[in-house]
């Protein structure tokens, strides 16, 4: 069974930069693409950013476009979000994804069900 495990999170200044890690287990890793969700308090949860099981395919959410970048490190499990130009509105809960099965993509739907889902971890942008 897959487990995810997030890492990195906190309290950030506006402008500054965070790398998440999100570490998987349970499975072999390179056969498995990996995302990002983000969940703001109050609000639905969203996509963020997504990588291929090779990782020659990256898409990300037009709001962090530019900004966030999404890469693997298949020798230590383990995927890295690395997020520049922080601001207030980036602030949310970030959840590690990776489907359950090696043929299925990430959409942009927070699908329960046909991914394997970390605990979050909160990052804070605040002056």
């Known amino acids: 069974q897959v487990q995810l495990k997030e890492s990195g999170g906190g309290l950030v200044q506006p402008g500054g930069s965070l790398t998440l890690s999100c570490e998987a287990s349970?499975?072999?890793?390179?056969?498995?693409?990996m995302g990002w969700f983000r969940q703001a308090a109050g609000k639905e949860r969203k996509f963020v950013a997504a990588?291929?099981?090779?990782?020659?395919?990256?898409r990300y959410a037009d709001s962090v476009k530019g900004r966030f970048t999404i890469s693997r490190d298949d020798a230590k499990s383990t995927a890295l979000l690395q997020m520049n130009g922080l601001q207030p509105e980036d602030t949310a809960v970030y959840f590690c994804?990776?489907?359950?099965?090696?043929?299925?993509?990430?959409?942009?739907?927070?699908?329960?069900?046909?991914?394997?889902w970390g605990q979050g971890i909160p990052v804070t942008v605040s002056s």
């Open positions: 349970g499975r072999d890793f390179s056969n498995y693409g």
């Open positions: 994804v990776s489907p359950l099965n090696p043929k299925w993509g990430i959409t942009t739907l927070p699908d329960l069900d046909r991914y394997a």
């Open positions: 990588i291929s099981w090779s990782g020659e395919t990256t």
